[in-house]
């Protein structure tokens, strides 16, 4: 079992929809829970941190995070052509700090 | 302006030869990290330090060598010895014993002809 694990896509969505994202990891431990976006050809960029259970919220974004279920998702509201990129889930590990764990990522495509 | 840089953002070499690849913060952060990303894939970590003279394997770090003898610096060998080099890299800073939120170079592509 990888340690994260992402829908690889593409996931598409029509200008204005919500874009859902969704990461599941393996690791019970796990306390921090980030969202990358990468645009094509350059470097990750983090656009949402979370470490509670629940939601949060920043700008068209929200994070949802449920431990118990070991899910983390990322939410797109009003999606624009702007937001098309991959996006990468990274999860860190109770027994090995200092590092991240990255899924593979899930392409998105928001078509006007 | 804080941030890292990486150099050079393209390289091509040959087989058989070693390259290293620069990496240069000025976030005053202690961890620092090397990834390869192969394309449709993940990050993968090669090798990362949390402190100066210190460093730790990744999950990938064979035919790699770096070393970390200042806190701005951590540059990254890729050696013969690494049989499909080709790659982008990525080098990552964050604030030791934080929350793990790592700020990333430009990259750098590198060509094995």
């Known amino acids: 079992q990888k340690e994260v694990e992402q829908n690889s896509g593409p996931l598409s969505v029509p200008e204005g929809a919500i874009a859902s994202l969704n990461c599941t990891y393996s690791?019970?431990?796990?306390?921090?829970f980030f969202w990358y976006r990468q645009y094509s050809g350059k470097s990750p960029e983090l656009i949402m941190s979370?470490?509670?259970?629940g939601d949060k919220e920043d700008g068209r974004f929200t994070a949802q995070l449920n431990k118990a279920s070991q899910y983390v998702s990322l939410l797109i509201r009003d999606s624009q052509p702007s937001d098309s990129a991959t996006y990468l889930c990274?999860?860190?590990?109770?027994?090995?700090?200092?590092?991240?764990?990255f899924g593979r990522g899930t392409q998105l495509t928001v078509w006007p | 302006d804080g941030g890292i840089t990486q150099s050079p953002k393209y390289l091509f070499r040959k087989e058989g030869q070693n390259v290293t690849l620069s990496c240069e913060q000025n976030l005053n952060h202690d961890a620092m990290y090397w990834y390869r990303q192969d394309p449709g894939q993940g990050l993968r970590l090669i090798y990362y330090?949390?402190?100066?003279?210190?460093?730790q394997k990744g999950d990938i770090a064979e035919g790699y060598s770096v070393s970390r003898e200042k806190k701005e610096s951590f540059p990254l060998t890729v050696t013969s010895a690494q049989k499909n080099p080709t790659a982008f890299y990525l080098c990552a800073s964050s604030i030791a014993g934080g929350t793990g939120e790592l700020f990333f170079g430009e990259g750098s592509r590198l060509t094995v002809l």
């Open positions: 979370i470490y509670s259970n």
């Open positions: 330090s949390q402190i100066v003279n210190d460093f």
């Open positions: 990274a999860v860190d590990r109770g027994s090995t700090l200092g590092r991240l764990y």
């Open positions: 690791d019970r431990g796990s306390q921090s």
